[in-house]
C-alpha cells in the first residue's frame, strides 16, 4: 500500500489580506477526504495556514519518504529576477518568503498546486494493469475500494515532480473572495469526466484535471493562463476518482 501525504500551505493575511485562501485550503481538504479525491486519511493532511517558513520545511522533511507527496500553496507571490535569482516565491507572511523550488520533499512522487501571482519583482539589493485489477479486486467484493485505487494508479506512475502553477510568469491570480480561480475550478474538472454509465468507474489523471481547469480560468479571467511544468513525462498522476 502506498504511503501519501498533504501539505496545503496557505496565506491569507500577507496584505491585502485574502479570505478565498482560506476557502481553497478547506475545500481542498474536504476533497481529498473525499472517495471523489482518493480517500485520504485526515492524518495524512498537514494545514499549514499563516506559518513560518521553519514549519513549512519541517513538513516537507516529514514528508521526504512517504510514495506521494500533493502540496497546494494559496496566497501571495511574485517572480523574482536579478542577482542570481529568477524564480517564483510566495509570501509566508508580511516578511518572509519561500521559494516554489524550495517547496520539494525530494520523494519519488509528487504534485505541487501553486496558486499565487507570479507578476516580475526585479532584486536589486539582493501502470493501467495494476489499476484495471484495482477495479476489479473491489468489485469482486461488491465495493469500490477508491484508496487502493488511487494508490495503485499512484504507483503505477514514474517518479517525478509535477508543478502547477495557477498563472504564468508576470500574472496575477485571480481571487474573487470565494477562492482561487484556479484552485475553485480545478477541484470541479473531476465532474466533466464523470463516466455514463453511473455503474463504472474511472481515473482522472491530473493533466487532463489540469487542462480542464486552466480553459476554464482563462475564460473566467483572462489573460490569467495557468501552467503546468511536467517536464517530458507521459504518465500522470491520478488527481480524481470518477
Known sequence: MATRQAILIGAAKVKPELPGVIVDVNDIKKFLLSNLGGAWKESEIVTLVDQPPAAVNRALETAKYKDYVFITCSGHGEHQVGKGLDETVMYLNEKETISISSINP?????????????????????TRRAIMDAFMESAAKGFIDYRKIFDDAIMACSEGRIVAYSCDIN????????????????????????????????????????????????????????????????????????
Open 106 to 126: 525530494r520523494n519519488a512522487r509528487h504534485f505541487l498546486v501553486v496558486d499565487v501571482c507570479r507578476h516580475i519583482v526585479k532584486i536589486e539589493k539582493e
Open 171 to 242: 500574472q496575477a491570480a485571480g481571487d474573487d473572495g470565494s477562492g482561487g480561480i484556479f484552485t475553485q475550478e480545478l477541484l470541479k474538472a473531476p465532474r466533466d469526466f464523470s463516466p455514463k454509465n453511473t455503474s463504472s468507474y474511472g481515473i482522472v489523471r491530473l493533466d487532463k484535471a489540469f487542462e480542464r481547469a486552466q480553459e476554464m480560468t482563462y475564460k473566467k479571467n483572462a489573460p490569467q493562463k495557468p501552467v503546468l511544468n511536467a517536464g517530458r513525462r507521459q504518465d500522470f498522476f491520478p488527481f480524481a476518482i470518477v
